[in-house]
Every structure is written in C-alpha cells, then in structure tokens.
C-alpha cells in the first residue's frame, strides 16, 4: 500500500508536478525582462557594445548589397563607413529610445498603433558627415585616393540615399497588440502568485500521498522541488555552459569565433537576460537542500515508523 502511494504520488508530480514548477520557476525568472524596459537598456548602455559598434565587426555580417529605391550601395563598405563615423553613444540612444517605444506602446503611454524606431537623429548625423563617409565609403570599396570632385559627388549621392530613408520605421508589424498596463501588470503579479501557489500545493500534496511522516515528506518534498530548480538553475548558466558561437555558427555565414568582441558581448547579453534564472533556480536549489536536509535530522519514532 505504502509503495502503491508513493507511485502515486510520483505519477502526480510527474504530470502535473512538474510542470506547474518549472512554469512558476521560468514566469519568475523572466518577470523583470518581460514588465521593464531597463534590463534591455542596460545591454546598450554596456561598454561592449559601443566596443563592438568601433570594431567595425558588425560590418562583416552585413549584406553584399543594401538598395534602396533605384540605388544600390556595397553593404559591407557602407556599414563600417557609417559605424566609422557615428558615435557609437548615439546609436545606443537611438536603441533605448526603441525600447521606450515598445514599452511606452505596450503601457498605453504612446499614441499611434504601433511602436516606432526614431532615425532622425541618425540621419542628420549621417548627412552633416556625408563627405566623410563618402571617401571612406570609396575606400573601402576599392577607389582609394580618389579625387575632391569624387568624393563631393558620392557625398551628395549619400545625402540622396539618406534622404530616402524614412524619419521612423515600425518595430512590430501593424496591427500588434501588446498591453503592459498597470492593470495588466497587476493581472500578471497575480496569475503568477496564483502559479506559485498551485505548483507548492501539488508538491505538498504529492509528498503528503507519498510518505506519512513529517521527515520523509520533507525529504520527498526537497527531492521533488530540486528537480525543476536544477534544470532552471542550469538554464541560467547556460551562456556560460555553452559557447554562444557554436549556437549560431550554424545560423550565421562566418562563425562568431572569428569575432571575439561580438562573442564577448553576445555571452554578455545573454547572461544577463539569464541572470533572473539564476537567481530563482539557486534560491529554489538552497530551499530544495534545506528540505533534503531532514534525512539527517532524528526523530524518538524513527525506528518504529522504520
């Protein structure tokens, strides 16, 4: 009967269990990324990625060919050329400014009906430094030392192509809906409450099914919570675990290795989107071996119930 109960038991964490856990583990890992707009920002903000915007990486993944209306430029050479000449601090302003956008759209605070990525700033830089990046454009498109009247006339070709682009571009596609209001906030705090709360009541009653002393519940009730907690703490790890240019060599035509600057920032922005896994899985861990514990705990009834 006593075995019978503990398969029972099993059965119950196994199917429902175990997923109501790891659900309850993974909404609270991703709770702050999904509600606020500042764990993004802090990847812009980073030095990295200004160090990877100078390193003229980015240029490498660029496509051969970037048109735009009838004309056509080299998009390797016009990406470092740019890169080269705009200050890295104002594509990561341009980049927080996109992430207020989605979030401001998703909170109710911004008008229109979808959020938009503002390029103006950009494209005036780009057009007070056109002859600039004109020449270096040339350059590295194999017209190296050309001429004034060569470069003034690319320069103003470049102003033309500038100018085709538009001031903002949609970043979610039309008719996207999104709501972070506080009352959806609320709604979610709460879905989530109510989660944690249905994930310990299975535990609790898989181990009351389970066992029928309070020192074997607590052991079955640590063994059955580390299951969840190692695998969320494990994806936590992950971006240290795993090399991130394995993941994407198979995605990409050059393999990430060749690019430590971007591999140093990829690894840094996935760590720090994992940090919340982190936290819950090694905090639901340390709970899980408090309760694992009680195997070495004695009681006066041990040998009888024994």
């Not at 070709?157 to 008719?175: A, H, M």
């Not at 944690?196 to 009351?208: D, Q, T, Y």
């Amino acid at each position: 009967m006593k075995s019978f109960r503990k398969a029972i038991a099993i059965i119950i964490f196994t199917v429902i269990g175990f997923p109501l856990c790891m659900a309850a583990l993974s909404a609270v890992s991703m709770k702050s990324w999904l509600q606020d707009g500042r764990p993004w920002k802090e990847l812009v903000r980073n030095e990295r990625f200004a160090a990877v915007l100078k390193s003229q990486e980015p240029a490498s993944f660029a496509p051969d060919q970037i048109t735009l209306g009838e004309t056509s430029l080299k998009g390797k050479a016009l990406v470092s050329s740019v890169l080269k000449e705009v200050d890295p601090a104002l594509l990561a302003s341009t980049a927080e400014s996109a992430v207020d956008a989605v979030f401001g759209f998703a909170q109710g605070k911004t008008e229109g009906t979808v959020p938009m990525l503002d390029l103006a700033a950009v494209k005036k830089e780009l057009a007070l430094k056109a002859d600039t990046v004109a020449r270096e454009y040339l350059a590295l498109a194999g017209t190296q030392g050309a001429p004034d009247k060569t470069v003034k006339a690319a320069g103003a070709d470049l102003r033309k192509f500038i100018s085709k682009i538009p001031d903002s571009l949609p970043l979610l596609p039309q008719g996207s809906e999104i709501s972070l209001s506080s009352h959806m906030k609320t709604s979610m705090n709460r879905s989530l409450t109510y989660l944690i709360i249905a994930a310990s009541g299975i535990l609790l009653a898989c181990a009351f099914i389970g066992e029928s002393s309070w020192k074997k519940r607590s052991v079955f009730l640590g063994a059955t919570l580390m299951v969840p907690s190692m695998i969320i703490l494990v994806m936590g790890f992950l971006p240290y675990l795993i090399s991130p240019a394995g993941m994407l060599k198979s995605a990409m035509q050059n393999p990430l290795a060749s690019y430590p600057l971007t591999l140093d920032y990829v690894r840094f922005a996935l760590g720090s989107l994992t940090a919340g896994f982190r936290i819950s899985g090694s905090i639901a861990v340390a709970a899980a071996v408090l309760l694992l514990s009680a195997r070495f705990l004695h009681t006066a009834n041990e040998d009888s119930e024994a």
